[in-house]
């Protein structure tokens, strides 16, 4: 079946505007997660979202990111105001139903911010 | 200390040997266990999940865990130029167990 989708794979954009990333998860996943890697570096855990639950944002790094699940299918990571240090790839990972279960990675987004 | 530790790389291993990956982890509710495999430039893929004591073998990849060691294994055998990738433990938070802590990985080459 498909797996988890991700777009753009790549973005570039200027230092101060605002950026928009997509992630579609595999069908009949429940839970949903982003994560940043940023260059050389290991998977910094930003946000999840598991149904219908408040999500646990503990992960996000500033309050110029945030996400949303509409429906408990697609989600969007906003990032306001992006800096040069928000450069680095953004990966998506769904999973059955959260707790102690596989997590299946998306392609990515490279954003680069100039 | 960090939450997840793995064997520091580049592993280098000859084509068709053993190549032997380890991952000590910190927190002792952790109950759930993978590798992930991660081509440069690409995402990471899971290749193995173990959750009992004991090894757990899938074609060439033998996961082994031990928890009262607070330790986990992957051994490839018969290693091929195709391996060579950097391998990420993950373990899952006790308290939070919807959510993985990864290891920084091991960076294998597989000489031909």
């Known amino acids: 079946g498909a797996g988890v989708s991700q777009s753009p794979s790549n973005k570039v954009t200027e230092k101060g505007k605002d950026v928009e990333l997509r992630c579609d998860p595999i069908s009949g996943h429940t839970a949903l997660y982003w994560y940043r890697q940023s260059l050389g570096q290991g998977l910094e855990f930003l946000i999840y979202f598991q149904g219908n639950s408040a999500p646990d944002k503990s992960g996000l790094p500033s309050d110029r990111f945030s996400a949303e699940r509409t429906g408990g299918s697609v989600s969007t990571l906003t990032i306001q105001r992006t800096q040069q240090e928000d450069s680095a790839v953004y990966l998506c990972?769904?999973?059955?139903?959260?707790?102690?279960?596989?997590?299946?990675f998306g392609p990515g987004t490279r954003l680069t911010v100039l | 200390q960090k939450e997840v530790e793995q064997n520091s790389g580049p592993l280098s291993v000859p084509e068709g040997a053993i190549a032997s990956l380890n991952c000590t982890y910190s927190?002792?509710?952790?109950?759930?266990f993978f590798w992930y495999r991660q081509y440069s430039g690409k995402s990471p893929e899971l290749i193995m999940s173990?959750?009992?004591?004991g090894d757990k073998e899938d074609g060439r990849f033998t996961a082994q865990l031990n928890k009262a060691s607070q330790y986990v294994s992957l051994l490839i055998r018969d290693s091929q130029p195709s391996d060579s990738a950097t391998y990420l433990c993950?373990?899952?938070?006790?308290?939070?167990?919807?959510?993985?802590?990864f290891g920084a990985g091991t960076t294998v080459t597989v000489r031909a």
């Open positions: 927190d002792r509710g952790s109950q759930s």
């Open positions: 990972a769904s999973s059955p139903y959260g707790a102690r279960s596989e997590q299946f």
């Open positions: 993950a373990v899952n938070e006790g308290r939070r167990d919807y959510k993985l802590s």
């Open positions: 173990i959750y009992s004591n």
